[in-house]
């Protein structure tokens, strides 16, 4: 049986409202070099939301759920920023927001998200994010360049 995406996305959206905690798989590379495609993601409610928490956030046009950096909130909306993207993400309502990304589990290391190097890497790239955002994009360009360079030999 297959089960379609809007009834999975129902029932990620039923499990965290729930206070559960939810594992999704990361799929693309905007929060790169971070997190990585195919990286296990704990999702959690949470009550507050800080600046450089990686949140879930819905986005329905799309039918999926984006997880990126938090870098500014303005009463009950929040700009997130995905740190290989150029730009932010267009602002949104705190109620778009499933959760925060807790631990990563990549296929070599796997850390709390928001425990003391989550923390300092996300003040890092808001210090120097002109620089790295190029750079990360860069590294997303030359790595989908080479994926299919090797991959056709």
Not at 49 to 62: G, K, L, M, T
Not at 89 to 108: C, L, W, Y
């Amino acid at each position: 049986m297959i089960v379609p995406q809007e009834t999975q996305n129902e029932i990620i959206i039923k499990a965290l409202a729930d206070g559960a905690k939810v594992n999704l798989t990361a799929n693309g590379t905007s929060m790169f070099p971070y997190i990585w495609p195919n990286d296990i993601l704990t999702v959690e409610k949470q009550r507050a939301y800080n600046i450089d928490d990686i949140v879930v956030f819905a986005v329905p046009e799309r039918n999926s759920f984006i997880a990126h950096r938090l870098v500014k909130t303005d009463g009950a909306i929040f700009t997130t920023w995905g740190d290989s993207c150029l730009t932010p993400d267009k602002p949104f309502g705190v109620g778009s927001v499933m959760g925060i990304v807790t631990r990563v589990q990549g296929k070599v290391l796997i850390y709390n998200a928001n425990g003391r190097l989550g923390r300092l890497y996300g003040k890092t790239i808001r210090l120097i994010s002109p620089l790295s955002h190029f750079v990360c994009h860069l590294l997303v360009c030359v790595g989908r360049w080479a994926h299919r360079v090797f991959n056709y030999l």
